[in-house]
């Protein structure tokens, strides 16, 4: 295992928090920086239930929560992972103080799903060292980490990060080009953008599609990928099938209609009690609880693929 890294999350909301468990759980000094009273006063009862249910509550002494940057060690610093809201302006100025701040061998994330790091660290000094780490919700049951290489970013530094990350229990992919979405969104934006354009098509139920997914080849992808899968099943039969379908696909370039018309509605999902499904606080609770545990059961299934967090 490469050795333990000094960490600091800078955001202490759902993901920030959560990258924060996974780097603990790994034993790594971490230190969550979260300026909102609030949010922050709530992170040790959050982080103590996260390690609990980790199977590590040992770890939680890794874990230090502070109001702001300049409570940090600086020099003792490894590794910064920002995880602030999705905002370009203040990811940008954010990386400005992190540059002026760390060491200058330390590595500088972000774990932007949106934005490239090219336009995070766009003229900063420094460039080699800067890269996307995106994690995935929930981060510390997702194993997948993207390690995004911006146009300046050293390869050997992308490499080592990959290794780190290995080492604290996550699936690294390094994605070489910073293209919008990086790897595993870009995949998942086609296959829902031909989900939306069934539903829109009056072919499929929201419900329908998601079983679909559920129970048929998304089932499958726990197995295997879908370029792996393909060896399984032949590739020949994929390539006659995509001569027959490829033209028929939706390739819409702007965003499906049944979701624009739920975002006009105000129907965005469990966060407004309504989106492609209804809910309460009490089915919002049940779902959270179903969903989790079939994370975990997964990760179950899978526990002797994964890397082993000493």
């Known amino acids: 295992m490469p050795p333990r890294k000094t960490c600091a ?3 202490g909301g759902t993901m920030g928090a959560d990258i924060a468990l996974t780097l603990a759980r790994a034993g790594c000094p971490t230190h969550l920086v979260e300026t909102f009273a609030a ?3 709530a992170l040790p009862a959050r982080l103590a239930a996260g ?3 980790l199977g590590c509550p040992d770890r939680l002494d890794f874990l230090e929560v502070h109001a702001s940057l300049d409570d940090l060690d600086w020099p003792a610093v490894d590794l910064v992972i920002e995880a602030v ?5 203040p990811k940008r100025a954010l990386f400005a103080d992190l540059a002026r701040r760390a060491r200058p061998d330390a590595w500088l994330a972000s774990n932007s799903s949106s934005f490239p790091i090219s336009a995070i660290a766009d003229g900063l000094p420094g460039q080699g060292r800067f890269a996307g780490l995106h994690y995935f919700m929930p ?6 980490v993207e390690v995004v290489c911006g146009a300046g970013t050293d390869p050997a530094v992308a490499r080592a990060l990959a290794d780190f990350m290995r080492a604290t229990g996550k699936v690294p992919v390094i994605v070489r080009k910073d293209l919008p979405g990086f790897l595993a969104n870009r995949l998942q934006h086609a296959l829902a953008r031909e989900a939306y354009a069934l539903i829109d098509a009056g072919v499929a139920t929201a419900e329908d599609v998601d079983a679909a997914v559920r129970f048929g080849f998304g089932f499958r992808y726990l197995a295997a990928g879908p370029i792996l899968q393909k060896d399984h099943a032949g590739i020949d039969v994929h390539a006659a099938a995509a001569a027959t379908m490829y033209p028929d696909l ?4 702007v965003p ?5 018309d739920r975002v006009a509605a105000g129907r965005l999902g469990m966060k407004t009690g309504g989106g492609f499904y209804d809910w309460t606080p009490e089915t919002i609770a049940a779902e959270k609880a179903r969903y989790e545990a079939v994370l975990r059961g997964a ?10 967090v000493e």
């Not at 809201?85 to 302006?89: H, R, W």
């Not at 499906?256 to 624009?260: E, R, Y």
């Open 39 to 41: 949010v922050r006063e």
């Open 299 to 308: 990760l179950a299934l899978l526990a002797d693929e994964l890397p082993k």
């Open 51 to 53: 390690l609990a249910a």
């Open 256 to 260: 499906a209609k049944c979701l624009t």
């Open 139 to 144: 981060a510390h049951l997702v194993p997948l």
């Open 85 to 89: 809201p999705e905002k370009l302006e």
């Open 250 to 253: 939706a390739a819409n370039t």
């Open 9 to 11: 999350v800078v955001g």
